[in-house]
């Protein structure tokens, strides 16, 4: 049986961190379903479609990886996937509460559901979606942080987000 993980999260945009993870649990697993899913915490600035086809953009070279998008709870996704496992990333200590807290509640409500957490090159330790989208917002160079199919798309959408947001001033 070919193992299949999922690599949930929001990836508003896609960052060379989560690119990273995906990388890696692509290198580990026979399959891996990158999930476009919903953080209720998170106004994102990209729609679904567009975080999927930027994800499917920067993993073109991965065979092995697909690309879907949830709107519900994870384990629901999880148990009708046949997935073995949840895959995230753990960048530093601060975010060990929030992982661990998920991946709790994620077991709570389905016994059988595993997180694996695999962690990053430490060049994109510090990487987060919010940090790049700050950055491109006030015009700063992203092409360290983000894959490069990824940098215009970004620094378009922000640019117009701080254009929307001084007209209302
Ligand atoms: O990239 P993010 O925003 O840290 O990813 C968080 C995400 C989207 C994976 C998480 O919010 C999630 O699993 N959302 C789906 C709803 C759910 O199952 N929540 C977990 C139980 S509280």
Redesign the pocket.
């Known amino acids: 049986m070919p193992r299949m993980v999922i690599c ?3 990836f508003d945009p896609i960052t060379k961190g989560h690119e990273d993870i995906i990388r890696r649990a692509a290198a580990l697993f026979d399959q891996v379903r990158v999930l476009v ?3 209720p915490e ?1 106004s994102p600035i990209f729609s679904v479609q567009e975080r999927m086809e930027l994800i499917r953009d920067v993993c073109k070279d991965l065979p092995n990886v697909e690309v879907d998008s949830f709107n519900g ?3 629901d996704y999880l148990a009708q996937s046949g997935a073995v496992a949840i895959v995230k990333g753990l960048r530093a200590v601060s975010d060990f509460d929030y992982e661990f807290q ?1 991946a709790m ?2 077991r709570a409500m389905q016994p059988q559901a595993e997180t694996i957490f695999l962690t990053p090159n430490v060049k994109n330790m510090f990487l987060s979606s919010s940090v790049v989208r700050q950055i491109a917002r006030f015009g700063g160079d992203i092409s360290q942080f983000v894959p490069a199919c990824v940098v215009d798309r970004v620094v378009a959408r922000m640019t117009e987000a701080n254009r929307k947001y001084l007209e209302k001033e």
């Open positions: 949930p999260g929001s899913s919903t953080n998170k709870l994870l384990v998920q509640a994620n």
